[in-house]
């Protein structure tokens, strides 16, 4: 057994952990309108979690199982600032929903905790414990509205295909174990590039294609990506704008821990299935989207899309790439939570259907909102000079430095196609003619703050990215894979 | 305001935009009495610059330049040469006049329009002086939102399908622009840059540089329009108000052209003795092909709008040829074309404000109603066609003369374009002008009022000017068209080139290998007119304006101002 190491490397994950707890302690105690009280603990608890993460100088692994290293501090804050932001929307959301679970916040609390472990988790169990940790929660936060029949629904999908996905990555790991010996990622990674083809070799590649599968529902890529539009259109809007961008961080996050950088190995024999799940993913994503009638469910297939766009940084799989899609998950993240955003500002009722001529008119009746939601909808299509453009010319300036000159034209076209409908809610808010006077909205302040805070940083992200792109450069200097 | 004189000029109609944003909409005259103040001091601004304008330096002046995103090398460069001088020249002239006759035409949600058209004038002013690729593309893809609006809501019948039409052609084709230009950007030598000095003379594989050159030429082919990209350009015109259309047409359009002119023609010397035959053609067919439906309109506006289409395809024949006389004749005829299809356009919109048809059949003998207008309209359109004394004969003539020494035959059909350009003004004048005045509605109108003859006078005025007096706009881009041929022929030894006019005293110092080699070739004596002082620079920067070039050098700033007082 190796030296355990210094209990400083474990911060973040214990400041998640127990902030979890003492939030949950905290809402025992809560009733009525105190609920807001607990939510702002939450949003301490996200915040002073950030900021001692991204204190820590030491760098190191603890028990040759979780990591503190460029990687784990980046996504960690990204993680509570997304976190944060979420939440924050939440105060004003959830009351016009009706939901009483006070459990909500702690849930948020365990489900990041979850995704610091996977992302900085060296080895692959630990890694699948924190996949646990975070998706446990996550299955109750979708169903937390109990009154909403597609809110119980979302969330049994959601556990029975996330359960199904789970099966996948342990039977890989398993099978991973089996060709190298070892669940310890360095270890994996020294056995990946020793083995010669032969039997151990087929099973490793099995093995990995296994985990990806298991990420690959987690990320919602085509073709395990069925279960996305239900659950985010059922699940209320403040649990699906954290599942789409703190969720798939941690996965994504995991997945450059993992398979870009620890299995780069047998990344050289699966890039064909990379590439091809690449340009599926978003071709499938932005396709379908194009159809959608419901603001959510439109959001559900672009991030799909989006989802389609990182993995061009997997199949390329450099570690420049790996760069670009800690970038990209930034920017995404600030994007969809403007988008969410908008649509909760405006959900009277917080009904889980909203459709996207309901936004008719909006321009006009309401001009901030439709302005922050036109910000949004142009920097996910990739327009300069916000962030969503920045994103995708890191991310293929990355692909093409290693080669894949046909999937970038296949994501640029795919561009292309996301216009049509990206801009078609921009035509709907201005072009079309809604109620000219609309009831006044109740007010929602913490909305309207989220909503700016995440505005202004996808405009930031693209005029000043500054900040951001070193530390997602430093992140994947020195990944640490094992004791 | 003299040091980062672009910037401003760039900048305020924007901060003029925001101060808009925040007068409440009741206040109709103040709003736009603003927004034609805030647009007229670009305007001036321009006009400081052009007279400081060292007319002798085929490089970029007035350069300012800062790092934005030093990872991927893109920087906030901005600067112009005599070529993209004079079309900021056009928007900042154009824009006030749009915004002025607003009151005429725009009856609804009136500040929304004033800031679109504000926003969009620094989208394409950004666009014209951008010295960054990147930045070029930021304000180019930034120039679509003002004009989806514009369309969408202050169009006609039609008006969101024409939107959406103009923005998926123009994305369509800008994107893959993109991708070829972050493929220049990090295949840079000296790791990535986007500035454009910096990509002049970039060495690129055969294969590379042609799907480079396909790619750009694409992007800009969609927005000229060129045949058969164009048919996105009828509907955005029919359905745009009337300040939206003499936008589009007025400067938009020319973005296109401009693109060739700054990207294409000086980026790829191997690639365009494939390409610019092929571009020679589709221009002449664009030509003829615009000049035949045009003469088959019904509607007024659409006529114009292919007229468009065919004297777009004079420019871009003008920039196939790659002479001198062509290129200098392209360059002036977008000058020519956003003023005469401006004025006709605003022509257009007085008539459709009268009497809410554009039918040329519901018009005849109009002169006799309305002899001012009526003038008015006879002068630009004898300036569209061509009329000797006018500003048209001029470009036209010099495309013509630039084509026929690139390949006779296409100038000659080219030619015809012409003729068929007189039929189907003189045809439509006719109709619309002369006959009986038979119809009852026709009888009442009004004749010009004082506001739209303040609108008109302007560009009568230039359209006069220009034809009979070019030489001042002539000189202006002589230089920078002889430096941009420069680059297409490939006669500048590329590499020292482009590491020379970015590459610092600094980097001369300290780099080792190659870095030093870059700078030594700069200071070989075979380019002639070379400083000499290890700044390095082109044969045709001359001696005045070597210190605008070098924005790296702290003293730029202050060389500069000395030469604009």
């Known amino acids: 057994m190796p030296q355990l190491g210094s209990y400083t490397l474990l911060a973040p994950v214990l400041a998640a952990s127990v902030w979890a707890l003492v939030v949950l302690i905290a809402e025992l105690f809560s009733v009525g309108r105190r609920h807001l009280a607990v939510a702002w603990l939450t949003v301490v608890a996200l915040v002073s979690t950030a900021i001692l993460t991204g204190s820590l100088a030491e760098r190191g692994v603890f028990g040759g199982a979780i990591a503190l290293d460029g990687l784990t501090v980046y996504a960690s804050v990204l993680a509570c600032a997304l976190a944060a932001l979420s939440v924050v929307m939440a105060m004003d959301y959830l009351p016009t929903t009706g939901i009483k679970g006070g459990e909500y916040y702690p849930l948020i609390l365990f489900a990041v905790a979850g995704v610091v472990v996977m992302a900085a988790a060296t080895d692959l169990i630990v890694m699948f414990l924190g996949l646990e940790t975070m998706s446990m929660a996550v299955y109750v936060l979708a169903g937390i509205w109990k009154s909403e029949g597609k809110s119980n629904e979302a969330a049994v999908k959601y556990f029975l295909l996330g359960a199904f996905a789970s099966a996948f990555m342990l039977y890989g790991i398993a099978l991973v174990y089996g060709a190298t010996g070892s669940t310890v990622l360095s270890e994996v990674a020294a056995g990946a590039a020793d083995a010669v083809p032969g039997p151990s070799r087929t099973l490793l590649l099995i093995g990995a294609s296994m985990l990806l599968v298991g990420f690959g529902f987690k990320v919602a890529a085509v073709p395990f990506h069925l279960w996305t539009p239900d659950v985010y259109e059922g699940a209320p809007t403040s649990v699906t704008v954290f599942m789409a961008t703190v969720v798939k961080l941690g996965a994504f996050a995991a997945v450059i821990r993992t398979m870009l950088v620890g299995l780069e190995a047998v990344g050289g024999d699966l890039w064909l299935a990379l590439w091809l799940g690449a340009a599926a993913t978003m071709t499938v994503g932005n396709f379908v989207a194009l159809r959608q009638k419901d603001l959510k469910r439109m959001l559900a297939y672009s991030s799909i899309a989006h989802s389609g766009y990182l993995l061009i940084g997997l199949a390329a799989g450099t570690p420049e790439a790996g760069q670009a899609m800690l970038f990209y998950l930034a920017v995404y993240g600030v994007m969809n939570l403007g988008a969410f955003g908008v649509a909760m500002a405006l959900s009277e009722d917080g009904a889980t259907e909203q459709r996207i001529s309901d936004l008719a008119g909006i321009g006009h009746s309401r001009p901030v909102l439709a302005i922050a939601m036109t910000i949004c909808m142009l920097s996910l299509v990739g327009i300069p000079p916000l962030g969503g453009f920045l994103g995708k010319l890191y991310l293929f300036k990355a692909a093409l430095d290693a080669g894949l000159t046909g999937l970038v034209v296949v994501a640029v076209l795919n561009s292309v196609v996301s216009a049509f409908y990206y801009l078609g809610v921009v035509r709907t808010m201005y072009f079309e003619r809604g109620n000219e006077n609309p009831q006044p909205l109740a007010p929602r302040p913490f909305i309207w703050a989220a909503l700016a805070l995440s505005v202004v940083a996808v405009v930031l992200l693209g005029v000043m990215p500054g900040a951001v792109l070193s530390g997602a450069s430093v992140a994947l200097e020195g990944v640490l894979l094992g004791p | ?565």
């Open chain 2, 1 to 565: 305001m003299d040091s980062a004189v672009l910037t401003w000029i760039v900048a305020i109609p924007a901060l003029g935009a925001l101060l808009l944003s925040v007068i409440p909409e009741q206040a109709r005259t103040i709003l736009r009495s603003i927004a034609v103040a805030v647009a007229a001091i670009p305007f001036f601004l321009a006009l400081r610059v052009w007279n400081a304008f060292d007319t002798s330096n085929g490089g970029f002046q007035f350069v300012e330049r800062s790092e934005w995103i030093p990872q991927f090398g893109i920087s906030y460069f901005v600067g112009v040469d005599g070529i993209s001088l004079l079309l900021v020249l056009l928007t900042v002239f154009l824009t006030p006049l749009v915004l002025y006759s607003s009151e005429d035409s725009i009856h609804q949600r009136l500040k929304g329009y004033l800031v679109s058209v504000l926003l969009l004038e620094t989208a394409m002013l950004g666009t014209l002086v951008s010295l960054d690729a990147i930045l070029f593309y930021a304000f180019w893809e930034l120039m679509l939102v003002p004009m989806f609006l514009i369309i969408g809501i202050w169009g006609g019948q039609r008006r969101i399908y024409a939107a959406i039409k103009f923005v998926l052609f123009t994305m369509v084709g800008s994107l893959p622009m993109l991708v070829a230009l972050i493929y220049l950007g990090f295949h840079h030598l000296d790791g990535p840059s986007f500035a454009l000095t910096d990509l002049y003379g970039i060495q690129l594989t055969q294969t590379a540089g042609l799907w480079c050159c396909f790619a750009m030429l694409l992007a800009f082919a969609i927005k000229v329009p060129m045949w058969p990209l164009h048919t996105w350009l009828p509907d955005a015109h029919v359905e745009a108000p009337t300040g939206g259309s003499v936008i589009l047409a007025g400067v938009l359009l020319k973005m296109g052209t401009y693109g060739v002119v700054r990207f294409v023609i000086p980026l790829f010397p191997d690639a365009l003795p494939v390409f610019m035959p092929w571009v020679a053609i589709l221009a002449v067919v664009g030509i003829v092909y615009g000049a035949l439906v045009a003469m088959v309109q019904e509607d007024l506006k659409k006529l114009v709008a292919y007229s468009s289409v065919s004297h777009l395809g004079f420019v871009m024949l003008g920039l196939a040829s790659l002479t001198a006389v062509g290129v200098s004749g392209s360059v002036y005829q977008m000058l020519n074309h956003g003023i005469s299809t401006g004025a006709l356009f605003l022509l257009v919109g007085m008539i459709y404000e009268r009497r809410h048809t554009r039918e040329i059949a519901a018009f005849g003998g109009l002169w006799k109603k309305l002899p001012l207008y009526a003038s008015a309209f006879l002068i630009v359109t004898l300036s569209s066609i061509g009329l000797p004394g006018l500003n048209g004969f001029v470009g036209e003539f010099m495309i013509l003369l630039g084509g026929f020494r690139a390949d006779p035959v296409t100038a000659a059909i080219a030619t015809s374009g012409v003729i068929l350009g007189a039929v189907y003004m003189l045809w439509m004048f006719q109709r619309v002008m002369f006959g009986p005045l038979d119809k009852m509605e026709n009888r009442v109108l009004e004749d010009l009022t004082p506001r739209e003859i303040i609108v008109l006078a302007p560009l009568i005025a230039l359209i006069f000017v220009m034809g009979v007096y070019p030489k001042p706009f002539l000189d202006t881009m002589e230089a920078s068209v002889a430096t941009t041929l420069t680059y297409a022929s490939g006669q500048v030894p590329a590499t020292s080139r482009a590491r020379a006019v970015t590459s610092t005293d600094g980097d001369c110092l300290e780099a080792a290998g190659s870095k030093v080699a870059g700078c030594t070739i700069t200071a070989e004596p075979q380019l002639p007119a070379h400083d000499g002082n290890g700044h390095g620079a082109n044969a045709h920067e001359g001696k005045a304006g070597v210190g605008h070039l070098h924005s790296e050098d702290p003293h730029a700033g202050h060389a500069h101002e000395g030469s604009a007082h």
